[in-house]
């Protein structure tokens, strides 16, 4: 029962992952034309993910196969570098027009990557995935 609840979990961490950064995310710089308050709350989201991210995987620690769950705990570790090392760079960047000798755009690309690494990630135990 516990591994059920467990895949089910992980498949709705995936897919709000990728919705997030397919659709929510864009729609709220379209909708809003507040850029500022679009992108306050599309962080907000991002912080959101990186919980969930590591709810997963500590629940994933439970789990006597936990050993299968390696591109899990790599895809939170990417979401945790996101927030707690690159949202402060980040933000010095928006302020100050640069931080550590790249601008906020050049960190919101690093960001990027690393939020689709972690995308990527989190889809390697689903798709190796076997169903009985």
């Given amino acids: 029962m516990l591994r059920c609840v467990f895949r089910l979990l992980l498949v709705l961490w995936a897919g709000s992952l990728w919705s997030l950064a397919a659709w929510v995310a864009p729609t709220l ?27 997963a995987a500590a629940f994933a620690l439970l789990l006597p196969e936990r050993g299968k769950f390696k591109w899990g705990f790599v895809a939170a570790a990417f979401l945790a570098v996101n927030e707690w090392v690159l949202k402060p760079v980040m ?27 972690a995308c990527v990630a989190v889809a390697v135990p689903i798709l190796k995935f076997k169903f009985h």
């Avoid at 909708?31 to 500022?36: F, I, K, T, V």
């Avoid at 933000?91 to 690494?117: E, K, Q, R």
Wanted: proline share 0%; charged share 5%; glycine share 12%.
């Fill in 29 to 55: 710089f379209h909708a809003q034309s507040d850029r500022q308050l679009a992108g306050i709350l599309a962080a907000r989201l991002f912080s959101m993910e990186t919980y969930v991210g590591l709810g």
């Fill in 91 to 117: 933000a010095t960047a928006h302020t100050n027009h640069v931080a550590l000798g790249l601008t906020f755009g050049a960190w919101h690309g690093v960001s990027a990557v690393i939020y689709v690494g």
